[in-house]
Nanobody, 122 residues
Framework: EVQLVESAGGLVQPGGSLRLSCTAS????????MNWVRQTPVKGLEWVSA????????RYADSVKGRFTISRDNAKNTLYLQMNSLEPEDTAVYYC???????????????RGQGTQVTVSS
C-alpha cells in the first residue's frame, strides 16, 4: 500500500520559514518523480514543485520560485520542502504527491498524502 505521510505544518509569521517533510512507504521511492502541491478553498489545488528521481532536477511554480526549495533523501525515503520568506498567500494545506510518469514525459499525480496545514499570519 502506497503511503505518504507529511510532517506537521504550523503557524508561521510572514517572512518566516518552515520545513515540511514527507515519509514514503509501500513503493520504491527512488524511482518516482515527487511533488508538493497545495490547496486552498479559493484557488483549489495548485502544483508547487517537483523533483526528479535522483534529485538533480527541480521545477517550481512561479509563485514560489526563489523562496521554496524541494529536496529528497532516497536513502530515507523522504521528501522535503524548505519554505522561506513565507507570505500570507502561502497559507494552504500542503500535500506530498507522487507522479506516475517520467521527468520529461506526460504524467499525473497518482497518490498524495493526507496533507498538512500551513498558516502564514501575524
Amino acid at each position: 500500500e502506497v503511503q505518504l505521510v507529511e510532517s506537521a505544518g504550523g503557524l508561521v509569521q510572514p517572512g518566516g520559514s518552515l520545513r515540511l517533510s514527507c515519509t514514503a512507504s509501500g513503493f520504491t521511492f527512488s524511482t518516482y518523480v515527487m511533488n508538493w502541491v497545495r490547496q486552498t478553498p479559493v484557488k483549489g489545488l495548485e502544483w508547487v514543485s517537483a523533483i526528479s528521481t535522483d534529485g538533480t532536477s527541480t521545477r517550481y511554480a512561479d509563485s514560489v520560485k526563489g523562496r521554496f526549495t524541494i529536496s529528497r533523501d532516497n536513502a530515507k525515503n523522504t521528501l522535503y520542502l524548505q519554505m522561506n520568506s513565507l507570505e500570507p498567500e502561502d497559507t494552504a494545506v500542503y500535500y506530498c504527491a507522487r507522479s506516475d510518469g517520467a521527468w520529461n514525459g506526460p504524467s499525473k499525480i497518482d497518490y498524495r498524502g493526507q496533507g498538512t496545514q500551513v498558516t502564514v499570519s501575524s
